[in-house]
């Protein structure tokens, strides 16, 4: 599959590869950092529910960002606001003023549309049969790759050196992937002349159906996973320990 990508896709995917270590060393902690820093499980709830509507705010705006100027110009705003995210809750001393990084970082979001046209419009070769849906998931293969090890190693650190060293050092990871969405070239975006415009979508009856069942199939879906870390450190019938020493002292 390799063999498929150009320069600047495999930059692309080392770039996401190391965004993915970073994110993964804290983010299924942040219920918990909540939690340390003074929230309550409403508390909790309720950043989590900002964080979702922030990621999603700026994801229609980026698409007609991306056609106007370009994808990597996008995709580069997105990284810097990721980075300002992380430093903005590594900082932070109490759970109020670890919301806004929390929300900062869910806004950089935004780039998820970018990340998609850049590696479309900058296809090596165009001839080979359905060449750009494999150029497309070879690419974003790397994102949960970076998250099969990160989150474990995020608890090693946490454990050790607490959450906000994980937020630290994935602050790090970002700017390196950062720099490495630098070294990727500027590609111009196709002329928009003649495109239908996004309110088309409105008509199609398939494309309500698939929003409407998504949306409805992430409530059950993320109603009980949000607090699930907050849920295994609680104690709960193990004698005064938390869940977590519990199965460690059954392994």
């Given at each position: 599959?390799?063999?498929?990508?150009?320069?600047?896709?495999?930059?692309?995917m080392m770039?996401?590869?190391?965004?993915?270590?970073?994110?993964?060393?804290?983010?299924?902690?942040?219920?918990?950092?909540?939690?340390?820093?003074?929230?309550?499980?409403?508390?909790?709830?309720?950043a989590i529910?900002?964080?979702?509507?922030?990621?999603?705010?700026?994801?229609?705006?980026?698409?007609?960002?991306?056609?106007?100027?370009?994808?990597?110009?996008?995709?580069?705003?997105?990284?810097?606001?990721?980075?300002?995210?992380?430093?903005?809750?590594?900082?932070?001393?109490?759970?109020?003023?670890?919301?806004?990084?929390?929300?900062?970082?869910?806004?950089?979001?935004?780039?998820?549309?970018?990340?998609?046209?850049?590696?479309?419009?900058?296809?090596?070769?165009?001839?080979?049969?359905?060449?750009?849906?494999?150029?497309?998931?070879?690419?974003?293969?790397?994102?949960?790759?970076?998250?099969?090890?990160?989150?474990?190693?995020?608890?090693?650190?946490?454990?050790?050196?607490?959450?906000?060293?994980?937020?630290?050092?994935?602050?790090?990871?970002?700017?390196?992937?950062?720099?490495?969405?630098?070294?990727?070239?500027?590609?111009?975006?196709?002329?928009?002349?003649?495109?239908?415009?996004?309110?088309?979508?409105?008509?199609?009856?398939?494309?309500?159906?698939?929003?409407?069942?998504?949306?409805f199939a992430?409530?059950?879906?993320?109603?009980?996973?949000?607090?699930?870390?907050?849920?295994?450190?609680?104690?709960?019938?193990?004698?005064?320990?938390?869940?977590?020493?519990?199965?460690?002292?059954?392994?």
């Amino acid at each position: 599959m390799l063999k498929l990508l150009g320069r600047d896709h495999k930059l692309l995917m080392m770039s996401l590869l190391m965004w993915a270590l970073g994110e993964g060393l804290w983010f299924n902690l942040r219920q918990l950092y909540l939690e340390q820093l003074g929230a309550t499980p409403s508390q909790i709830g309720l950043a989590i529910s900002i964080e979702a509507v922030a990621r999603a705010v700026l994801l229609i705006p980026a698409g007609y960002l991306t056609d106007r100027f370009g994808a990597r110009q996008v995709m580069i705003a997105s990284w810097l606001t990721g980075i300002a995210g992380l430093l903005i809750g590594g900082l932070a001393t109490t759970w109020q003023s670890f919301m806004p990084g929390m929300i900062v970082y869910a806004l950089s979001g935004f780039a998820i549309p970018a990340i998609s046209a850049y590696a479309l419009s900058n296809l090596p070769e165009h001839s080979v049969h359905n060449h750009s849906q494999r150029v497309l998931t070879t690419i974003y293969t790397a994102y949960p790759i970076g998250l099969i090890v990160s989150p474990m190693l995020g608890g090693l650190i946490a454990d050790q050196h607490g959450i906000r060293t994980c937020l630290l050092i994935a602050a790090t990871l970002s700017v390196v992937s950062l720099l490495i969405v630098l070294l990727t070239r500027h590609v111009t975006p196709h002329p928009i002349v003649g495109r239908r415009g996004g309110k088309g979508l409105l008509y199609n009856r398939t494309f309500i159906g698939l929003v409407f069942f998504y949306m409805f199939a992430m409530v059950p879906v993320y109603g009980g996973f949000a607090l699930l870390p907050n849920f295994l450190g609680s104690t709960q019938n193990c004698g005064g320990k938390s869940a977590i020493a519990a199965f460690h002292e059954d392994l």
